[in-house]
């Protein structure tokens, strides 16, 4: 009879699994035949622990913690056991993973808590569970991003309220949803005091400016609606009109001025909103503009207001 290595047998297995879904009972079956070092790491770099807790496999789960499997040992991407059980939405694994002893604060390689990862699924029950035993609400990832700012992921409006209900701050992640088209969870921020002229952090643009970037009528007025100043301008000088012009959204354009806005203000450079919308090739909305009285950015300023 031929032997065969621990090794060699993990890598049998896998291709076997590549070739066909295996079922929870079908992996217990398999590893209780087969001497497999349950801590060596798969092909794909997941492990044995991690693969099952993601598939939500529960039973395979349980026969590998029993087996020795390490709770704590990550995958290759960093990952741990329960923060791949995040993956099935089971709160029955993550619950058995933590009373073997797997860490509920654990953090991946981007410092995401499983309250982030849970947050960015939308999986509103996993929310509520990390959150319960200490998951902190405002933690902070690696790029500064918290719980709140991951449910932007999803369009999962309840875990937004959810999230807000629970304290969580809505200071700084208009952009994040408005980039993501969350309408409902955007009116629900406003509505709980997010500043719709906060400026970002590293370009100095609001809320408006982004929304006119990305061209969501929708999203404007809701803007407008709480608040957002159409006026606004930059360090750069940068208006939310040079934004609309130089991604050619002529419907928010025609929102911005039925506010009044200045119509040849100049940025830094010296260019007005004609010029973004000449140097895009935007042709019909730079005649548009000009043939409303604005300049280029060596002439005067125009004011108008649409009635």
């Known amino acids: 009879m031929l032997e065969h290595s621990s090794g060699d047998l993990t890598v049998m297995v896998w291709e076997a699994m590549r070739m066909a879904p295996w079922t929870d009972d079908e992996m217990v079956r398999l590893l209780r035949r087969l001497p497999i070092d349950l801590n060596q790491p798969l092909p794909n770099r997941a492990t044995w622990l991690t693969l099952a807790a993601s598939q939500g496999k529960y039973e395979a789960a349980q026969y ?52 982030m990862l849970a947050a960015a699924r939308g999986a509103l029950a996993l929310v509520r569970y990390f959150a319960d035993i200490g998951n902190g609400l405002e933690d902070q990832d690696k790029f500064r991003g918290t719980p709140l700012a991951h449910a932007a992921k999803t369009a999962s409006v309840d875990t937004v309220k959810y999230l807000l209900d629970r304290g969580c701050r809505p200071c700084g992640l208009l952009k994040a949803y408005i980039i993501r088209r969350r309408y409902g969870a955007i ?12 400026p970002d952090a590293k370009s100095g643009g609001t809320p408006l400016m982004y929304a006119c970037c990305e061209g969501d009528a929708r999203i404007v007025t809701l803007l407008l609606l709480y608040g957002a100043d159409p006026h606004f301008i930059t360090k750069e000088g940068q208006t939310a009109l040079m934004c609309a012009a130089e991604f050619g959204h002529e419907a928010v354009i025609d929102i911005l001025l039925s506010n009044g806005i200045a119509l ?23 005649r548009k503009l000009q043939a409303l009285g604005a300049r280029k950015g060596d002439e ?3 004011y108008f207001t649409r009635r």
Do not use: F
């Not at 009116?187 to 906060?198: F, H, K, M, S, V």
């Open 64 to 115: 590998m913690l029993r087996q020795g499997a390490d709770p704590e040992l990550p995958n290759g991407r960093g990952e741990t056991p329960l923060l791949s059980a995040i993956q099935s939405n089971s709160i029955e694994m993550i619950d058995m993973l933590i009373r073997s002893g797997a860490d509920p604060q654990a953090r991946d390689r981007q410092g995401r808590t499983p309250l």
């Open 264 to 286: 040849s203000a100049r940025d830094s450079e010296g260019k007005t909103a004609v010029d973004y919308a000449e140097m895009q090739g935007h042709t019909t909305i730079k």
């Open 187 to 198: 009116q629900l921020l406003l509505a709980r005091g997010a500043d719709p002229n906060e």
């Open 300 to 302: 005067r300023i125009v």
